[in-house]
């Protein structure tokens, strides 16, 4: 099974923009009634598969007096997704915290990119088809772990954190080395078949619970709540302040659509199980689905929970330059966000 190299995403990165651009995605951004989003795999992604599948993006345009073009586009890895809103080919971005925090660091007095919103609260499962591993100190260099981004998505940076606590902060990027980018259904189906290079995979759901069920030599080794220190938000939803100020009935249209979104997840499961086999033409089992969405470890909600701890470390090891005082510093200043944390 091909690994893609750090090279050979950057490649894949120019030929994805350039399909952009052939659809129209790359031109400038910032023209009210235009929404572009970049999302990318799984459940926790699950309140924008709502917002398109129901229109409620255009719905709530409607209601700000405005017509939305709506368009999606599918990235793997917040490197990815961090190059593609910079670049202008997508307005808005969808990934984890870690992407946000570096990219709010970089931007700050320029672009002064931060979140929207979170994506809900899901745990992360690190998975390895590897019976010799237990915990994070029994890899060796045998074993490779797949991960959206390397050193850059969230799961990398739990994975650092994890490092960190176990074998000392300096030694936090300690299983960088065994680390490839891999996107999370190639990495799923690493780990399920078995045989390959990739042991390993810190995925999301419903990644993380679809190898659990298929492969009976898969274990969790760690579980990104316990790093952590509890439910928290690992993705959400970023732009720039430039995009904010500019678009303000689509800015607010999109948030409406997003807090509708998360009502119609709590009030009927069931359709929004069906909503994301539809709109991802996937073939995950529904009622392993229903059981992840109605998973007491799993909340849909746009307010940011314990994210915190996350940019305190990659402050602490000088992967962001500022040290924010709250989540409120790089998220925007909207009332779903002011409780966040």
């Known amino acids: 099974m091909p690994v893609i190299r750090s090279s050979a995403r950057r490649r894949f ?21 235009r929404l572009r989003i970049a999302e990318q795999y799984g459940v926790v992604y699950l309140l924008l598969n709502v917002a398109q599948d129901q229109k409620l993006i255009e719905k709530h345009g409607k209601a700000q007096g405005i017509d939305i073009q709506v368009e999606f586009v599918k990235l793997s890895g917040g490197a990815a997704i961090n190059e593609a809103l910079l670049s202008g080919s997508i307005d808005v971005a969808g990934a ?26 899901f745990p992360y499962y690190l998975v390895t088809n590897n019976p010799a591993v237990r915990t994070i100190a029994d890899f060796t260099d045998k074993d490779r772990i797949a991960t959206p981004a390397v050193g850059v998505s969230v799961q990398s940076r739990i994975l650092q954190l994890a490092s960190a606590k176990a074998f000392g902060y300096d030694q936090y990027n300690k299983l960088d080395k065994l680390q490839v980018a891999l996107p999370h259904p190639e990495a799923a189906a690493a780990i399920i078949k078995g045989g390959t290079e990739v042991t390993t995979h810190f995925a999301s759901p419903p990644f993380q619970e679809q190898e659990l069920a298929a492969n009976p030599n898969a274990r969790v080794v760690l579980k990104s709540y316990d790093v952590l220190g509890g439910p928290s938000s690992a993705t959400a939803l970023y732009a720039t302040e430039r995009f904010r100020q500019e678009n303000p009935k689509t800015y607010k ?20 199980a069906d909503i994301f086999l539809r709109v991802n033409k996937s073939g995950i089992d529904r009622k392993l689905l229903l059981q992840i969405i109605r998973s007491p470890e799993v909340e849909f909600t746009l307010t940011p929970q314990n994210t915190y701890a996350l940019a305190e470390f990659m402050h602490r090891v000088g992967a962001i330059k500022h040290r924010p005082a709250s989540a409120r510093e790089y998220f925007f200043d909207d009332p779903h966000n002011a409780a966040g944390s």
């Open 13 to 33: 990165l120019s030929l994805v923009l350039a399909a952009s651009g052939a659809l129209g995605l790359a031109a400038p951004a910032h023209a009210e009634g």
């Open 96 to 121: 984890g915290i870690g992407p946000l925090l570096t990219l709010w660091d970089r931007t700050r007095g320029r672009q002064n990119v931060k979140g929207i919103a979170a994506l809900g609260n």
């Open 253 to 272: 249209a999109f948030v409406d659509a997003l807090a509708e979104a998360a009502r119609l997840i709590k009030a009927d499961p069931e359709q929004a």
